[in-house]
């Protein structure tokens, strides 16, 4: 299931606040918020999925090949996403003292199982 | 001077291809591709000026702070992004085996440099 996908990134990375599973179309399959903290990860998504359709088209044009990751770091929170398929993207948010190395590559190890079950 | 803080960047990074330092309307200060390599360092530039301006939109909607930096990896090219100012940004294009640490790093190290002469 995709929660637990979930929580094993999110729990796991010190610094780590939300993940969500969602569609291109800003449609959210799944999130997960951890305990103590307040984020609307399905808004957070939603305005992300946007930039990323974008992120996409000037890939497009660049012929760079296809997208496979972008991160954006502000003051008080980091994202990291990653491509699941042409539909398709898993997210992380962490805080800004978050360990981004480690999210980044929990991503990339769950990343194959969510795949599998989109 | 711009152009030997972005040599000092991009020559002293493993995959290191290009640097620009950029205004948000997409005018490029100045640019520097290492030699050997042929890309459009100034339209990439343009591309994402795009795009940064979309994610600040998104970072004051989600009210996460200022953007400092943005990274987006595909299959042939790695593009680094860290704000010097509301007006002006720094890019670096890495070959999709570079080393992505490393550029951030220079990034950051040189980044005050550049601020001071913006």
Redesign the interface.
Known sequence: MFIDSLKRIVDNVEGGIAGLVMGFDGIAVESYTREGHKIDVN??GM??S??LT??RK??D?????????????????TIVIRLLSHDYFLALALGPEGNY?KGRYLMRVVAPKLQQEL
């Open positions: 808004t957070v305005e992300f946007f930039i974008q992120v000037a890939g044009i660049l012929q760079i090949g296809d997208v496979l990751e972008i991160s954006i770091k502000a003051e008080k929170l190395g």
